[in-house]
C-alpha cells in the first residue's frame, strides 16, 4: 500500500523546536523529491520546503528561511522537518507529499500524508 505516514507534531511554545517525520512505504522512496505544505485554519495549504530525491537540493518559502530545514534519510524511507525558532503564525496542519508512479503501473499518483497538527503557544 502507498502512503506516507507524518508524526512528530504538538503544542510548543514560541521560540521552540520540533521535528516532523513522514515515512513512506509502498514505493522506492529514493526515487523521488518531496514537499512539505501547511495548512493553517482558514487558510490555502501553502508550500513551505522541498527536497530533491538524492537530497543535494533544497527550497523553501520565504516566511521558513534559516528557521526550517528539510532533510531525508532513504535507508529509512523517511523525510524530515526540523523547525526552529517557532512562531505563532507557523500554527498550521503539516503535511508532507510526493508525486509517484505507482508501481506495478503507469499510473500517476500524488499521495499526501494525513497532516500533522503543530500548535505554537504560550
Known amino acids: 500500500q502507498v502512503q506516507l505516514v507524518e508524526s512528530g507534531g504538538g503544542l510548543v511554545q514560541p521560540g521552540g523546536s520540533l521535528r516532523l517525520s513522514c515515512e513512506a512505504s509502498g514505493f522506492t522512496f529514493r526515487g523521488y523529491g518531496f514537499y512539505w505544505y501547511r495548512q493553517a485554519p482558514g487558510e490555502d495549504r501553502e508550500f513551505i520546503a522541498s527536497?530533491?530525491?538524492?537530497?543535494?537540493?533544497?527550497a523553501y518559502t520565504d516566511s521558513v528561511k534559516g528557521r526550517f530545514t528539510v532533510s531525508r534519510d532513504n535507508t529509512k524511507n523517511t523525510l524530515y522537518l526540523q523547525m526552529n525558532t517557532l512562531k505563532p503564525e507557523d500554527t498550521a496542519v503539516y503535511y508532507c507529499?510526493?508525486?509517484?508512479?505507482?508501481?506495478?503501473?503507469?499510473?500517476?499518483?500524488?499521495?499526501w500524508g494525513q497532516g500533522t497538527q503543530v500548535t505554537v503557544s504560550s
Open positions: 507529499q510526493t508525486t509517484i508512479i505507482v508501481p506495478g503501473t503507469a499510473t500517476i499518483k500524488t499521495i
Open positions: 527536497i530533491t530525491s538524492n537530497g543535494d537540493t533544497t
